[in-house]
């Protein structure tokens, strides 16, 4: 069994900042890259942010410069902090894991969705 608990959206004025952030537990045998997707209503979900094991970040070209996506893996957590928000940014933010659980195999799991709403 294994859980991602996200934490940290809510309702911030345009210009603000949030912070996100989302644990890993289980039966984890190793997590590889971890990240972050974002749904709007009536949108495509959406690669916001995504980290390597080792630290390596990318981003969407829409959020470069003001999204900083960190890791922290003895704590099995990823963080997004978001600077200088903007509406367009109102999404449901979802954590992902690209991770292999003992005795299964290797695959992506998902967190249940934090909502990041940003008003004008």
């Known amino acids: 069994q294994v859980q991602l608990v996200e934490s940290g959206g809510g309702l911030v004025q345009s210009g603000g900042s949030l912070s996100l952030s989302c644990e890993v537990s289980?039966?984890?045998?190793?997590?590889?890259?971890m990240g972050w997707y974002r749904q709007a209503p009536g949108k495509e979900r959406e690669l916001v942010a995504a980290?390597?094991?080792?630290?390596?970040?990318s981003y969407a070209d829409s959020v470069k410069g003001r999204f900083t996506i960190s890791r922290d893996n003895t704590k099995n957590t990823v963080y997004l902090q978001m600077n200088s928000l903007k509406p367009e940014d109102t999404a449901v933010y979802y954590c992902?894991?690209?991770?292999?659980?003992?005795?299964?195999?290797?695959?992506?799991?998902w967190g249940q969705g934090t909502q990041v709403t940003v008003s004008s």
């Open positions: 980290i390597s094991s080792s630290g390596t970040a």
């Open positions: 289980g039966s984890i045998f190793s997590i590889y890259a």
């Open positions: 992902y894991a690209d991770m292999m659980i003992y005795g299964l195999r290797r695959s992506n799991y």
